[in-house]
């Protein structure tokens, strides 16, 4: 524990007067750490809050939490705490591990702390690590957590890293520190215990300092991630804008730089989440880029899907309901898609964005709406009819794009118009009398 002491002092960044929040759960490593800082705080005159976090599960966690409040209350310290009264359907530990940051951040924002340090020590890096190997992930989730992480406006220190729980404990009994033991940590029901309690010994029969080699293991990946990152970051621009992935320009690209694209885009849309994402789906993903099929989609965790259409991929959410619209056309619509329809009174475009009827030839009043199954049109110049959606395919109209692409029609449900792609029989050459005239745009 001297190092660590040595390294707070001289290395940590921490300064005279400085605000630093601390995560105390009140078992021995984060007691240890936090009789550390009381001792800084003498040092460095520091103003020091203690986050705690009940998380309700067990009796023993009303004493634990009036513990440290008192405690805290002895020695002159800010203490915080949340209690957690509702959990999902998500996995337990990593549930309470995002509600445990939150209320962290929340914390440090409103003392405007400099650091915030946690308990982590070297067997939970250990632990860490090896689940992420037999589950796989990415490089930087193989390094397991990093000693130090800077965030915007504050940074995260996890001084502890370099010693292990068994230190951690002697330090306590040492310096007559009071702890508490969660024994839920023992239970077989959950994967981390699993490790603690069959893994980790035997590691620490074949080497005990087997920690320094998982830490330098560690930031051995940290070093060659950040490098990769640094690499992908010069890219990432020229393939990824606007939520679409340009399958061409990605493809030029080295493998590894592509995973680490992939990867920084799910970053961005599951953030703390993102450990529900396995390599299977990122395979299912460039499977999803590499196929042969024209327009394809795979669904991911939490409601994301990924569509590839022609040269494009584009990252997104389902959409709870389907946007179907029928819209009677008067003056002028305003589509779904952020287009218009509007009568005029005169045009001589005759591009497929302007259509000009007779109201002789359709049956009143006219109709905008999505399309429907089995939809087809009589297109100008064409014999017979053609299938709506073999339009979309020929014009290589995004999926996304069909649901909501505006099909005009009359009140017999004759198409007459499928905006900006075809027109149909009914449209009247600019020489010939109409009485109706519609613009898309």
């Given amino acids: 524990m001297k190092n660590v002491m040595e390294y707070l002092l001289n290395e940590s960044g921490i300064r005279y007067r400085d605000t630093v929040c601390i995560g105390v759960s009140g078992g021995p490593d984060s007691m240890a750490l936090l009789d550390l800082l009381i001792k800084l705080k003498k040092e460095l005159d520091l103003v020091l809050v203690v986050c705690h976090v009940n998380h309700n599960v067990r009796k023993e966690s009303e004493e634990e939490e009036a513990y440290l409040r008192n405690f805290c209350k002895e020695v002159g310290l800010c203490f915080e705490c949340m209690k957690i009264t509702n959990y999902g359907d998500d996995n337990f530990h990593n549930e309470a591990r995002s509600i445990r940051y939150n209320f962290f951040d929340?914390?440090?924002?409103?003392?405007?702390?400099?650091?915030?340090?946690?308990?982590?020590?070297?067997?939970?890096?250990?632990?860490?690590i090896l689940m992420r190997i037999v589950r796989g992930s990415t490089l930087k989730g193989y390094s397991g957590f990093s000693k130090v992480i800077k965030k915007e406006d504050y940074t995260i220190l996890r001084p502890l890293i370099t010693i292990t729980k068994s230190e951690a404990e002697e330090y306590c009994k040492n310096e007559n520190i009071k702890y508490f033991v969660d024994k839920s940590n023992t239970k077989d029901i959950y994967t981390r215990n699993r490790y603690r309690k069959y893994v980790l010994p035997f590691l620490k029969t074949e080497d005990k300092m087997v920690h320094e080699k998982f830490l330098k293991f560690s930031e051995t990946l940290i070093e060659y991630n950040n490098y990769i990152d640094k690499e992908m970051k010069q890219v990432f621009n020229k393939v990824f804008q606007s939520g679409i992935l340009n399958i061409s320009k990605f493809n030029e690209?080295?493998?590894?730089?592509?995973?680490?694209?992939?990867?920084?885009?799910?970053?961005?849309?599951?953030?703390?989440?993102?450990?529900?994402?396995?390599?299977?789906?990122?395979?299912?993903?460039?499977?999803?880029?590499?196929?042969?099929?024209?327009?394809?989609?795979?669904?991911?965790?939490?409601?994301?899907?990924?569509?590839?259409?022609?040269?494009?991929?584009?990252?997104?959410?389902?959409?709870?309901?389907?946007?179907?619209?029928?819209?009677?056309?008067?003056d002028i619509v305003n589509l779904p898609n952020g287009m218009n329809i509007e009568r005029?009174?005169?045009?001589?475009?005759?591009?497929?964005?302007?259509?000009?009827?007779?109201?002789?030839?359709?049956?009143?009043?006219?109709?905008?709406?999505?399309?429907?199954?089995?939809?087809?049109?009589?297109?100008k110049g064409m014999d017979g009819h053609k299938k709506v959606n073999d339009i979309f395919i020929d014009n290589k109209i995004a999926k996304h794009d069909r649901d909501i692409w505006p099909i005009v029609s009359d009140a017999n449900d004759n198409i007459v118009w499928i905006p900006g792609l075809k027109k149909s029989k009914f449209d009247r050459e600019n020489d010939k009398n109409c009485d109706i005239i519609l613009k898309y745009y």
């Fill in 106 to 128: 929340r914390v440090v924002h409103e003392y405007n702390a400099s650091f915030l340090l946690t308990a982590h020590h070297g067997d939970d890096l250990i632990e860490t």
């Fill in 253 to 330: 690209l080295d493998h590894l730089i592509q995973t680490k694209i992939i990867y920084n885009i799910l970053e961005h849309i599951y953030g703390d989440d993102l450990f529900i994402i396995t390599n299977t789906h990122v395979k299912l993903i460039f499977d999803l880029i590499n196929g042969e099929r024209a327009q394809s989609m795979v669904h991911l965790p939490n409601n994301v899907k990924v569509i590839k259409t022609y040269n494009e991929v584009r990252f997104g959410y389902e959409e709870e309901a389907d946007d179907i619209y029928e819209i009677e056309i008067n």
């Fill in 344 to 379: 005029i009174s005169s045009s001589l475009d005759t591009s497929n964005n302007v259509i000009r009827l007779s109201s002789k030839e359709v049956v009143l009043p006219l109709y905008v709406r999505t399309r429907r199954n089995g939809d087809k049109i009589c297109v």
